[in-house]
């Protein structure tokens, strides 16, 4: 797992109960290093929000750590769809400040035919609109790469929740390259 959080620069968290009764933890969890350097307090937060939810799974009847679970499941799926609009946002924002900056662009290279001194800087330019488009293009891959974890991650929840987990669901989907 530290590996791909390394090769995606993304953050992972993953955590399982143990239902081990000669285990004196009662779960187990990962975070990658991304995700405790640059979230740590929240990180903490979601080790001890398993944490009080495995207790509570031990502790309380089913159906009430079932409503309990719907409602965290809830606001899991509030949370990530307010950071897939946001993720839109942001590549709408782009693609506008791109649109503009091809406008830019046009409005240099007549300019440039004007004012043969300024050839230097209009090539600059172009460079670094390649760049910025190379850039785009990487990060629409992520997303599209974060949005395929983050779907794998939710159907190893939804395998946890119905009592099928197992260590081969951690691998993900088998992919044909």
């Known amino acids: 797992m ?3 959080a390394v090769e995606t620069n993304g953050w992972i968290f993953v955590a399982s109960e143990q239902r081990n009764p000669q285990s004196n933890d009662s779960f187990w969890h990962y975070a990658s290093p991304e995700l405790v350097n640059d979230s ?5 937060a979601m080790i001890e929000k398993f944490g009080d939810t495995v207790q ?17 499941n809830a606001k899991y799926r509030s949370a990530i769809d307010g950071a897939r609009c946001a993720e839109e946002e942001k ?46 293009d990487e990060a629409r891959r992520a997303q599209e790469e974060l949005q395929k974890k983050v779907a794998n991650l939710d ?8 009592g099928t987990f197992s260590e081969s669901d951690l691998a993900g989907p088998q992919q044909n390259d």
């Open 91 to 136: 590549i709408a924002a782009i693609e506008k400040t791109q649109r503009a900056e091809v406008e830019k662009l046009a409005a240099l290279e007549e300019a440039w035919r004007i004012e043969a001194e300024r050839a230097a800087a209009l090539k600059a330019t172009r460079r670094a609109e390649e760049e910025r488009a190379a850039a785009l």
């Open 40 to 44: 740590w307090d929240s990180t903490k």
């Open 2 to 4: 530290e590996r791909l």
């Open 56 to 72: 509570a799974m031990l502790a309380y009847n089913k159906n009430k750590v079932q409503e309990e679970l719907q409602a965290l």
């Open 155 to 162: 159907a190893i929840l939804d395998s946890i929740r119905r």
